[in-house]
Nanobody
Framework: QVQLVESGGGLVQPGGSLRLSCAAS????????MGWYRQAPGNQRELVAT???????NYADSVKGRFTISRDNAKRTVFLQMNSLKPEDTAVYYC???????????????WGQGTQVTVSS
C-alpha cells in the first residue's frame, strides 16, 4: 500500500508564499508523473501542476509564473512552491502520483489526503 503524505499547508496573506511537499512511501518500483491538484468547496478538482519522471512540467494557466513544481526522485518527494498567492488560490491541495509495483506492469494512481491552503487578509 502506497502512502502519499502532504505537508506545508496553512494560512497566508495575499502576496505571500507557501511550499507544499508530498512524500511517497511503500513498496514501489517506479514513480512516473507526480502532480498537484486543488479543490475549493463547491468546485471540481482541478489540475495545478504536473511533473514527469524526466522533469517535464505543466501548469494551469491560473498559476503559471507564480507556482513551481519540482521533485526529488531519491526522496520520492514532490514539491509545490507557491508565490504571489491570491485569495482564489484557497483550496484543499492534493498530491498525486502514478506508480508501478512489483509483479505488475500497470501504473496505479494514488492521492494524498489533502492539505488546506487559505489565502486571506
Amino acid at each position: 500500500q502506497v502512502q502519499l503524505v502532504e505537508s506545508g499547508g496553512g494560512l497566508v496573506q495575499p502576496g505571500g508564499s507557501l511550499r507544499l511537499s508530498c512524500a511517497a512511501s511503500g513498496i514501489i518500483i517506479r514513480i512516473y508523473t507526480m502532480g498537484w491538484y486543488r479543490q475549493a468547496p463547491g468546485n471540481q478538482r482541478e489540475l495545478v501542476a504536473t511533473i514527469s519522471s524526466g522533469g517535464s512540467t505543466n501548469y494551469a494557466d491560473s498559476v503559471k509564473g507564480r507556482f513551481t513544481i519540482s521533485r526529488d526522485n531519491a526522496k520520492r518527494t514532490v514539491f509545490l512552491q507557491m508565490n504571489s498567492l491570491k485569495p482564489e488560490d484557497t483550496a484543499v491541495y492534493y498530491c498525486n502520483a502514478d506508480i508501478t509495483h512489483p509483479f505488475s506492469t500497470s501504473q496505479y494512481t494514488y492521492w494524498g489526503q489533502g492539505t488546506q491552503v487559505t489565502v486571506s487578509s
